[in-house]
C-alpha cells in the first residue's frame, strides 16, 4: 500500500456512522428546569425570530397560504412550496403578508367612478370587506359592505359609498387606533397625511387578531413571517418572490453541488430576502457552502430521512437528519459562524424534535407530520373508516408530472423518482399539532435540564439504542398503496 494513505478495506471498516433519530435516547440529566419554564423560542434565520422552532416543509401537500399563515399565527414558519407556477406561487405568499399587519401599505382601493361589480369583484378577490376609495391618490370615500348591500351592481361607487370618513395620520399608536374606531364604532381606519393622500389602513380584524395570536411570528411591520422556496436555477422566480417574502429557501435535494454553489453564489447578491441554502449533509458541504456564498442566513441539513424520500433506498447516498446537523453544526462552529440550521426530514414525534436541536439545529423542518392536519392542502379521503390526507414526496411521479418539482429532484439526466405518495392518517387541527410537539418538546427538554435551545446544544446527553435505526433511511409511517419504481 502506498505511503499513508488508508486502503479501500480500511475506508469501508473506519466508515463513520451515519447516525439516525432511531440510533438514540436522550439521558436524563441532573435538571432545575421545569417543562413549563422551557423557553423554545429559536433563530430560524440570522434575521429572523421565531417563538416555536416549526418549519412546514415546501411541499405541495404540506405548504400553500393556508398552512403558512396558520403556522405563523402559532409562532413558526411556513414554507411555501414550489410545485405551481410563479404567478400561483407570488399570489399565495401575498396570502400570507396580507392575511393580517398592523397597517395594510398595499392598500387595495377602488375609484369613484368604479361600477359596483367591479368593486366587488375586488373584494371577492382579495377577501375584504371593504375598500377606501381614491381618486388621484387622495382619499374621497370609503365602500363598505353596509354601502353596496342595497346598490345595484351597474351604481358608480361614487354614488354609494360614504363619503364622511374617519382617518387618522400615519403615526397612530395600535391604541389610538383600537380607541378611535371603537369610538366611531368602525371596522377600517384610513391612514392619511396632511395632503389627503392614502397612506395605509388599519382594520378592526388585524387588531383583534394581534390580541388573538400573541405568539405569531411576524415582520418587522407586523404582517405574518412568510417563507417561499426556489432553485437557484430559477432566477425570475426568486426576484419576484423577493419582492413579497421574508425568506427565500433554495431548495435543491443535493446542494453540495458546483454548479449550485456558482448559481447561488450569484443570486444570493441581487436578493434582499434571507436565504436558506441547502440541503446539505456533510460537514465538507458545510464548509464548503458557507465559505463560498456571501451570504447565508441558514442551512436546511439532512439528505434521505424524509418518510416520503427514498433516494437512499434508490442510490444509496444520503446524509440522515441528525447526522447531518451534528456535521454542519461542527463545521459552522470550525468557522466560528453561528448560522441557524434547520434539521429536515424524518421527525416523527417531539423526542425526534428534542434530539434534532440537541445535535445542533435551531429549527426543525416538518413534512409528514403536518401533511396529517387540517390546514395542509393536501386531499381528505377516508379509507375503511379512517381519515387519511394524501402526502406525497416532491420527487415522486406524481409530483414531478407537475413540472415545476423536476429540479430538485430529477434533472431530465436523472429520470427516477426519489420520492413516494401515499397518505398519513388525518389528525384535525394544527394548533393542537403544534401544541403536542411543544409539550412534548419542553418535556424531553426538562430531563436534558436544558431550559432553552442554545442550552440544549451543551447539555443534552445521548446514549445508543439497540440496533441501527435502517427504517428512517427508507419510506416509512405512511401507507403505501403504491410505490415508486425501485
Ligand atoms: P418528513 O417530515 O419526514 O416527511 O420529511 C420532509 C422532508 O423530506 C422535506 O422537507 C424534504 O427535505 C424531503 N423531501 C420531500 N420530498 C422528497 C422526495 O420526493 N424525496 C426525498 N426527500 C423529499
Known sequence: MDSGKPSI??????????FTFRDFILLPGLTEVDPSEVDIETRVTTDNVIRVPFVSSPMDTVTEDEMAITLARLGGLGVIHRNCSTEEQVEMAKKVKRAESLVIRDVVTAEPGYAVREALALMRKYEISGLPVVKEGKLVGILTGRDVRFANEDDLVGNVMTKKVVTAHDN???EQARELMHEHRIEKLPLVDESGKLKGLITFKDISLRGKYPNASRDKVGRLLCAAAASPFDEERCMRLDKVVDIIVFDVAHFHNKKVIDAARRLVKKLSANVVIGNIGTRQAALDVVSSIERVNALRAGIGSGSICIT????????PTLFAVAQA???LKELGSDIPIWADGGITSPGDVALALAAGSSAVCIGNLF???RESPGSLVAIGGQYYKAYRGMGSPSAMEKRHAIDRYASPS????????GYVPYKGDLATMVNELSQGLKASMGYMGAKNIREAWTKAQVAWVSELGATETKAHDVILPTRGPT
Open 371 to 373: 401533511a396529517r392536519t
Open 9 to 18: 478495506t480500511e475506508r469501508f471498516a473506519k466508515a463513520q456512522h451515519a
Open 329 to 331: 453544526f461542527d463545521a
Open 414 to 421: 436523472k429520470g427516477i423518482a426519489e420520492g413516494v405518495e
Open 172 to 174: 397612530i399608536t395600535l
Open 312 to 319: 437512499t433506498e434508490i442510490t444509496k447516498a444520503g446524509a
